[in-house]
């Protein structure tokens, strides 16, 4: 596919995507407008994490007459924060967009951030969800849990419910990828750099088509990631629960000698039994935690790239041919090998 991409490029939207096949077609139709009115020149960058439907398909469709749409395929399923990151490290726009696929962050509000961001001088704008009032009772207050244990952990001044729609300067950008991190979580890391920021307030709206691929699992795996990248909180809870378990058996054993001296024998199995379940009980908890972090160390040092990307539609090798669904992306001469997380 030729680049048409201009030099310098303004702006770039970089969007995750795992099987959004049946939401590209009204993605496209309300993102593409809003973008060519800006009267900059831009790239979307769709990332296609290892989709298992059309999604990579119904792209090349669409970018045959939207030239600045992108597309990077990422080998496999990676992850949204994955997908995220590969996105922004290969965006090449002044400013950077991050937007998730469903339309639940309307597109609208990327022009507001564009103009507070240029108006403001800052380098970064937080879309800031006003109204999640279409998202169901269990997600709003399993995010408003997760907001607030993390404002209380990793103790930067972390905006209130800003996702993962915000505009990034190049500045910014470009200390993220140098960041070593394997799996960064961007709405902590992104305040935790203290750069100048601003907000824009904008309505969660519900999604557009297709089903959440945030399932329970997935989340509760966003909020072990943030709370391990940013504290080691839970290993000092390893420290508390042996100390206040010591000082149960130290009661304990008070409480058998003061049993021993006033005569009255107790069989002791129970207590016995108890004592030692509970101990192994908060060793083991103990052993998991250290076990978890020393997991990270391990994945740190290996130095394995988060994602591997298949194909990028910008790189202009004559052979480099769109691939559909199915079709082996290793095997196609045009593609990088292992470009990673430092790639
Ligand atoms: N996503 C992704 N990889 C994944 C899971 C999700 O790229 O493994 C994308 C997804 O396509 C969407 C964005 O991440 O663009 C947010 O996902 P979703 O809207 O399903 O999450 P929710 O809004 O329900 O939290
Ligand atoms: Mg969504």
Redesign the pocket.
């Known amino acids: 596919m030729e680049s048409v991409l201009p030099r310098t490029t303004t702006l770039s939207v970089v969007?995750?995507?795992?099987?959004?096949t049946a939401v590209i077609p009204a993605l496209v139709a309300r993102l593409r407008p809003v973008l060519d009115a800006l009267g900059v020149d831009y790239e979307v960058v769709a990332?296609d994490?290892g989709s298992r439907d059309d999604t990579v398909s119904v792209l090349f469709d669409h970018g045959r007459d939207w030239p600045q749409l992108r597309v990077l395929r990422l080998r496999r399923?990676?992850?949204?924060q994955a997908?995220l990151t590969a996105g922004l490290h290969r965006a090449v726009g002044q400013w950077v967009v991050s937007l998730?696929?469903?339309l639940?962050d309307p597109p609208e509000t990327i022009a507001e951030m564009l103009r507070v961001a240029r108006e403001d001088g800052v380098d970064v704008v937080y879309g800031v969800r006003a109204d999640r009032s279409t998202d169901t009772v269990f997600?709003r207050n399993t995010a408003r849990g997760y907001y607030w244990a993390m404002r209380r952990l990793v103790g930067v001044d972390l905006p209130a419910q800003a996702g993962d729609f915000r505009l990034l300067s190049r500045d910014v950008i470009e200390v993220l990828r140098r960041l070593p991190e394997r799996a960064p979580v961007y709405r902590l890391l992104v305040p935790s750099l203290g750069f100048p920021s601003a907000e824009v307030r904008y309505d969660r709206e519900a999604?557009a088509a297709g089903e959440?691929?945030?399932p329970l699992r997935?989340m509760v795996a966003l909020a072990w990631e943030s709370t391990a990248n940013f504290s080691a909180a839970p290993l000092r809870l390893a420290t508390w629960l042996g100390m206040s378990s010591f000082l149960l058996c130290l009661a304990l054993i008070l409480f058998g000698m003061f049993a021993h001296v006033s005569g009255t024998t107790i069989p002791g199995w129970t207590s016995m039994f108890v004592a030692v379940l509970l101990l192994s009980g908060v060793q083991l908890v103990c052993l998991g935690l250290l076990g978890e972090y020393v997991g990270r160390i391990y994945a740190t040092v290996q130095n394995r790239p988060a994602f591997h990307i298949g194909f990028d539609s910008r790189d202009e090798v004559p052979d480099a041919q769109p691939v559909a669904r199915g079709d082996d992306a290793a095997r196609t001469p045009s593609f990088d090998s292992a470009v990673g997380v430092r790639g």
Do not use: C
Not at 15 to 20: A, D, L, Q, S, V
Not at 77 to 80: A, E, I, L
């Open positions: 969007i995750p995507m795992f099987n959004e990332v994490d399923n990676s992850g949204h997908a998730d696929a469903d639940q997600k999604r959440t691929k945030y997935r």
